[in-house]
């Protein structure tokens, strides 16, 4: 059973405006979150994070925010831009585990 | 520094042939990780070594082996292929097992 959740695979933005990717985990003792962003051909890059003692972190035009309650997290990507047309993947983690568990990944295309 | 590297990019197998797929890091890293990607699927572990010296299986482990040589070098096995392996494979490595991932370009393997 997949513990972490794209329900979305795929999403069409205009350029400039506001891109938001979900994610959903059925996992309480995930801790920690990460977003990744994959071109074709490519392996994935980190993108950012966040520890679940935040509700929100920002890094330039991106920002995670983490609803611990409702098991949700999202990343928002404002302003989107052509290069951002990629598959984004969210992953979690449990201090212990060893290990992270990815989502299935949504593709993002940001038309100009 | 080149990172993440992997060998080969791509690979033609004929079902029950084996292969080694290579991969090597150059940061010093402890923890060192083997996914495939499959459309619809996302990156599902297979095999992953937490520290030099330990191996532990993903959630995907069944027709592979691994050997992690030293901590530079991660293999995958494939002893006898299937087409149902058919896929793209990622190597990974990070600092430790909590921390963001840094990922190889992949190794497009298709099983006739």
């Known amino acids: 059973d997949q513990q972490v959740k794209q329900n979305s695979p795929s999403l069409s933005v205009q350029e400039g405006r506001i891109s938001i990717l979900n994610c959903d985990y059925t996992?309480?003792?995930?801790?920690?979150f990460l977003w990744y962003k994959k071109y074709p051909a490519e392996g994935p890059t980190f993108l950012i994070s966040i520890s679940s003692i935040k509700d929100k972190n920002e890094d330039g035009r991106f920002t995670v925010f983490l609803n611990k309650s409702a098991k949700h997290l999202s990343l928002h990507i404002v302003p989107s831009q052509p290069g951002d047309s990629a598959v984004y993947f969210c992953a979690a983690q449990a201090y212990n585990f060893n290990k992270f568990y990815f989502g299935s990944g949504t593709k993002l295309n940001v038309k100009p | 520094n080149a990172g993440v590297t992997q060998t080969p990019k791509f690979q033609v197998l004929k079902t029950g042939q084996s292969m080694t797929l290579q991969c090597a890091q150059d940061m010093n890293h402890n923890s060192m990780y083997w996914y495939r990607q499959d459309p619809g699927m996302g990156l599902r572990l297979i095999y992953y070594s937490a520290s030099e010296g330990t191996t532990d299986k993903g959630e995907v482990p069944n027709g592979y082996n691994v050997s992690r040589l030293n901590k530079r070098e991660f293999s995958l096995r494939l002893e006898s292929a299937a087409p149902s392996q058919t896929s793209v494979y990622f190597c990974?490595?990070?600092?430790?097992?909590?921390?963001?991932?840094?990922f190889g370009p992949g190794t497009r393997l298709t099983v006739l």
């Open positions: 990974a490595s990070s600092e430790t097992s909590y921390n963001e991932q840094f």
């Open positions: 996992n309480s003792m995930f801790d920690y």
